[in-house]
Structure formats: C-alpha cells, structure tokens
C-alpha cells in the first residue's frame, strides 16, 4: 500500500505509473478487442490491497496531481530540447502529450472507476478477475495458520465486494507454495523449537473456495526454475544466488495440463495450472525475449526533470549514455511481429504437449510488464488477441480452462516459488531475517489478543484489533522483503517494515489497556483515528476472520 505514504519516489507515484502506463492501457486494448469482435479472455489477477488504493478518492486525487505533472514535464521537456536542437526529442513531447491525454480521456469516461470497469468486462464474459493474498504476504514463511486464514478470507471478502461475486482462482504471491508437514519457523526465537504440523496451502485454499492457483513449472516438471525479475529487477551487487538443484524425488510430468493437489493426510485439494517456460520466457526477458528488442522505449532512461523517457534500448552494454533516440512507429511494427512470433510458439507448443489428452498453454506475466517496464507490451497483447482468432487457437480464462481440460490425478507438489533459485532466498537471508522476525513477534502478539476478544462483546477493542490486524496485514507484504533483496528500494522497504511493526506495538498497547479496563487516552485515540485513515484498506475486516471461519458463498 503506497496510497498515504509518501509520493516520489517510492510512494503513489508508483501506483500512478502503474494506472497511467498499464492498467488504463489494458481497459483500452481489452475494449478495442471486443468492439472488433474479440473477446481477449484474459485472466487478471486484480490483489486486494491494489484494489482498495484504485477505489479509493485518495488515489484519484494523486492521480489528477501526477497527470498534472506529466503535462507540466511535456511542456517543459519540449522547451529544454527545442532550445537544445533536439527535433526528435521534441516530437516524442507531443507523442507522450497525445499519450497522456487519451489515459486521462480514458480515466474519464469510465468514471475514474478501473476496479468496476474490469468487473464489467467480466460480467462480460471477456476476462476473469482472481484474487492474491490481502497484501501478497508470502503465505509459506508465515509462522501462523491464523495469518493466512487472515490473509485470504480478507482477500475474498474484499473481491466479493469490488467485483460483485466470489473468485474461484488466487494468485498465490511469487507462486509461493508449501506442502502439509511438521514446521518450525525458519528464524527468530522459535526457530527448531516450535514444531507444528502446517495444513498445505491447497488446504487453507478450499476452506474458501478457491478451486485453483498458478504455480512454477519446475514444481512439476523437475526442472531448473528461471528467477524472470532478474532482466528488470536484478539482484543487489554483490548478492550471488546459486541455481537450486531439480527436486530429486519428483517424477517428470507436464507443465501442460493442470493436475489436482493434494498433501499428503490433508483435508483439501485444488488444482494447480503450470507456468509454461517457453512461452513465458519469451515475454519476460528482455535478454532473450521480446522486450529486449532494442527499438523498444527504454525502461531504466529518464529525463529529469519530469521523468519521461525518450530513448530506445539501442544495444544490450546497459550505457545509459549511449541510448539513441524512441521511434514509436518502428517500435510498433516490431511488436506486431513479435505476436505472430508468440502465435506460432504457441501453436509448435500445443502440438508437441498433445500427448495422452488434450494440452493448454498458462503464461503468467506481472501486470506491470505490460505498458509500464515494456511499454509496447498492451499493444503487442492486442496483436497477439487477434492473431490468435486469425489462427483458430481457443484462448479461455483459467476458470473456462478448468471446465475444458479435466484436471489429471491428484499428486503432491514440492515447496518452491517463481523466485531466484526454485525457493524462498529471495524473501528469506541474512538481509530479510530480521523482518521476520518482526513478523512472527507480531504475529504471536496478534493471535494471543484475538483469543481474548472470542465471546465478548467489546466494540472499541474490536475496534483497536482490527486496525492492529490491518498492520499486521501490511507488515506481512512480500514487497519489503523483494525490494530489500534486490536492493531497489531497500531504505524504503526496511522503513515501511518499521513503522508498520511500530504501529502494531503501539494498537497493542492500546488493546493491552482496554483488556484491563482502562479508557484509551486522548493522544491513543488519536493515533487510532490517524492510522485507520492513512491505512484505511479492508473497511469490513473482522479480526475474528483469522479463526479460520469460511467465508459465506
């Protein structure tokens, strides 16, 4: 959650960028498509708490002051390259001007209302909206079933009421699973000692409904895992990952078709779909993939002031000095090539995969890649839309899929995620324990205060818990974790672990002192009202919804 914290160059700036540059483009694209005929049938996996800050006025007040400031940087930028003598410089101006207010049009016309206008689209049949964990807490470290009871009722509760219906799929964060065994907290004080037997994710899934998820194709093929942030986010220098070994025990299987999950003496199953390797790495890389075309607009090249970028990638030496001039047009046949590239992989794919039943192709890709780290990404995936009808290849939702391609018999998944090496090192090392274990304090400080509040009737306590559990909430996220790790925004991340782990200390305090009788004090209630506004996502959680009760369908 940025929204109140903060703008450039960590705060809602980041969340603008993301509207401006990829969720505005993919409502036009998924609207271009389906007045032509073509329904894109997308699976887009809209996060609670990304949700919350897109529906909320706060956001469309910081997103009127960034469209501002992008008109501003235009007009400013086309007088410093004009005095320059910069003529291609000064026509890509206009080229962002025209840019910025077809988006804001965009914006406009459908009332500011992105979250709604996805909805719409699905109530349409053209896309499906799944959901994550309520702020993409990296579920398998979480030292408490409670958290994640916590972490997905939140997330379902919050989908049901933006988008009008339940979802049937989740987006586990980092495609992070675990299976059902007896754990220990991998840090902190209870590390080896506290040995609990753990549900396996798929359990916690179907206490909610949740039919299935996207998981790493090397979890089921016994592969090498590919770490696909690494083009665009790569590791803190001197940070080095060894690749993890291909699970010795795990038989061989496809990655094109989705298979039942099961623990082994669990109580719940859901079917996972698999990551496939070559259609995703041909997306993801800009090393060996299509957004390292070098026409295509430079991610990491800006001008300042204003922030826009102007430059193409050029060569792949990474000089930021030696990056020549954007063409638009160029840039845009490239990516009409490249879809009816990705169309023949597809179809080459589905032809090998067919085997002993019928085949589909899952490629997963971060929202953001498309129109925010590649730019041409929304306009590709719209050529990609039509080539596929052109070619008679069925594209469906993974919800359609599941109707469509049986799932195969149930098997047993090994721990991993989609991270550096196969596991959790990129959330969990030396650099990250230390937030874990502020996790696991909160988290046994937060569970030891829900069982108190079982029975009685005590609404200004609620009150305090429940802010406490949106905190813990937000401490739980895996971005702080990622960005400490990659070493992006690591003083950033290490700041938000802090103040969100201060906040709940001092909610406990409060709750500590309400459990005893105690009034709260002027200065407490006021802390109260400034963190219920300034975290104000999950207007509806109940503190008692880390018990573990399901959700009503």
Not at 478 to 494: H, P
């Amino acid at each position: 959650m940025v929204v109140n914290h903060g703008r450039w160059p960590h705060g809602s700036d980041w969340l603008c960028e993301a509207a401006f540059e990829c969720y505005l483009p993919l409502l036009e694209t998924a609207h271009r498509l389906v007045a032509d005929g073509i329904s894109p049938k997308w699976t887009i996996n809209l996060s609670p708490v990304l949700t919350e800050q897109l529906a909320s006025p706060e956001f469309q007040k910081e997103l009127s002051f960034y469209h501002d400031n992008a008109r501003r940087a235009c007009a400013e930028s086309r007088e410093h390259f004009t005095r320059e003598g910069q003529k291609e410089i000064v026509r890509l101006t206009h080229f962002w001007e025209e840019f910025f207010e077809r988006m804001w049009e965009m914006h406009r016309r459908i009332g500011g209302d992105i979250p709604g206008t996805f909805a719409d689209l699905q109530r349409a049949g053209h896309v499906e909206i799944i959901t994550c964990a309520a702020t993409h807490g990296y579920l398998p470290l979480l030292a408490r079933d409670e958290s994640i009871h916590l972490q997905l009722r939140t997330a379902v509760e919050t989908h049901r009421r933006h988008f009008g219906r339940a979802p049937r799929g989740i987006w586990l964060p980092e495609c992070a699973y675990r299976p059902r065994y007896e754990w220990t907290p991998p840090t902190g004080r209870d590390s080896g000692r506290d040995r609990r037997m753990r549900p396996g994710i798929e359990e916690m899934l179907a206490v909610y409904g949740l039919e299935y998820f996207v998981a790493d194709s090397h979890l089921v093929a016994a592969g090498q895992p590919m770490f696909l942030y690494r083009d665009y986010i790569p590791l803190k220098e001197g940070r080095r990952v060894e690749p993890v070994a291909a699970t010795p025990s795990a038989e061989a299987r496809s990655p094109y078709a989705p298979y039942r999950v099961a623990s082994r003496g669990g109580t719940g199953q859901a079917v996972a779909f698999f990551r496939d390797p070559r259609s995703t790495v041909q997306v993801w890389s800009r090393e060996h993939g299509y957004p390292g075309e070098f026409a295509y607009l430079e991610f990491h090249k800006k001008h300042f002031p204003g922030g826009l970028r102007f430059w193409r990638i050029t060569d792949n030496q990474g000089d930021l000095g030696t990056k020549a001039v954007y063409d638009p047009d160029v840039a845009a046949q490239k990516a009409g090539r490249q879809a009816s590239h990705f169309v023949e992989l597809v179809a080459d794919t589905l032809a090998r995969a067919k085997g002993d039943g019928p085949a589909l192709v899952c490629s997963p890709y971060d929202s953001e890649l498309f129109g925010h780290w590649w730019f041409e990404g929304p306009r590709w995936l719209e050529h990609v839309a039509r080539g596929m009808a052109r070619a008679g290849l069925p594209c469906m939702t993974l919800g359609e899929a599941l109707e469509a391609v049986p799932p195969r018999a149930t098997l047993g998944l090994p721990e991993g995620s989609w991270g550096e090496g196969g596991d959790h090192r990129v959330w969990l090392n030396r650099d990250t324990e230390w937030t874990w274990d502020r996790v696991y304090s909160a988290e046994a400080e937060w569970v030891g205060h829900l069982a108190g509040l079982t029975g009685r009737s005590a609404p200004e306590l609620r009150r305090v818990l429940t802010q406490a559990a949106r905190e813990l909430l937000l401490l739980q996220s895996s971005d702080w974790q990622f960005l400490i790790t990659t070493g992006t925004a690591s003083d950033y991340a290490e700041r938000r672990v802090a103040e969100h782990y201060a906040d709940f200390k001092r909610l406990c305090e409060m709750a500590r002192a309400l459990e005893a009788g105690d009034p709260l004090s002027s200065d407490a209630a006021e802390s109260l009202r400034r963190l219920e506004r300034d975290d104000f996502c999950f207007p509806d959680l109940d503190p008692a919804w880390g018990l573990g009760a399901p959700a009503p369908q």
